[in-house]
């Protein structure tokens, strides 16, 4: 794949300005028109600006944008990699207003990535930086132990 200049991203296949001097990923992200990573804290404690660089999960509020050199993925451009995962967010009620849930499944896409034989304490820990002001967390981590076991159930 051919170098990128500096001052661009490749994003969920497409490829965007950085941002200007000094801007965070997220600040790049939103100027370029994805709001798949959402705008909160600003400050690294909440979790609702989680995109993936590369396969690692970071808050995009905290990352200057001229430092990425990996592919992003928000959570639109998760794709049917994910399709479980929204699933099971769906099926087990782990959203209510919504804010955190792109944040949630993209942190919870990277802790899958890296493995399905967690147990549920250790993706309790995985988890546990994207913070949800709703639903009390149960669902969320259910949703996620459901999407390991059955990727456990097909390997
Ligand atoms: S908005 Fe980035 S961690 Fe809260
Ligand atoms: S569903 Fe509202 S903050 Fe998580």
């Known amino acids: 794949m051919a170098e990128l200049p500096a001052e661009h991203l490749r994003v969920d296949g497409d490829v965007v300005p950085a941002g200007g001097p000094g801007a965070s990923l997220l600040e790049a992200l939103r100027a370029a028109g994805i709001h798949a990573a959402k705008q909160a804290c600003g400050r690294g404690e909440c979790g609702a600006c989680t995109v993936l660089v590369g396969d690692r999960a970071v808050m995009s ?20 990699d994910a399709a479980d995962l929204r699933a099971a967010f769906a099926d087990h009620a782990a959203f209510q207003c919504g804010f955190c849930t792109p944040g949630q499944v993209v942190r919870a896409a990277a802790v899958l990535r890296a493995s399905v034989d967690r147990t549920r304490d250790e993706i309790v820990r995985a988890m546990s930086g994207n913070v949800c002001r709703c639903t009390g967390y149960k669902q969320i981590v259910d ?13």
């Open 143 to 155: 949703a996620v132990c459901a999407v390991a076991e059955s990727r456990r159930a097909a390997r």
């Open 61 to 80: 509020c905290t990352m200057p944008a001229a430092t990425v050199a990996d592919e992003v993925t928000t959570a639109a451009g998760l794709g049917d």
